[in-house]
């Protein structure tokens, strides 16, 4: 089975998004699916870059999709602590995804300025 991992942040100060919303239809999608015992889904809220990192080691996925903030350049808003914006830079998140290269597969950001990563 392959494993999908969602990883959602919406930290304070930024604006609302409908990530729920969102991982309700990637779910509501696999369960309609005709193949849909060939998936797992799995989902990581507020995520921090210690829940990244632990999520991937984890449960080493063939698909990774992170739905949140996106700064272009600067990186993908995750959360720190307290909840507040902690940018992942995007040469942290290249070196990290490239820790898997016996498991990942696909990489999904859906995030506004997200094409630099």
Do not use: M
């Amino acid at each position: 089975r392959k494993k999908i991992l969602i990883l959602a942040a919406n930290p304070k100060g930024t604006d609302r998004l409908r990530l729920d919303e969102e991982v309700k239809q990637i779910d509501i999608g696999l369960r309609l699916a005709t193949q849909r015992d060939r998936f797992e889904l799995h989902q990581r809220w507020a995520v921090t870059s210690d829940d990244v990192r632990r999520a991937l080691l984890e449960i080493e996925p063939q698909i990774v999709h992170f739905c949140g903030h996106g700064t272009g350049e600067s990186g993908l808003a995750i959360e720190d602590q307290t909840g507040r914006v902690q940018l992942l830079p995007t040469k942290a998140l290249a070196n990290l995804l490239a820790l898997f290269p016996h498991c990942l597969e696909c990489v999904v950001l859906n995030a506004c300025y997200s094409e630099v990563q």
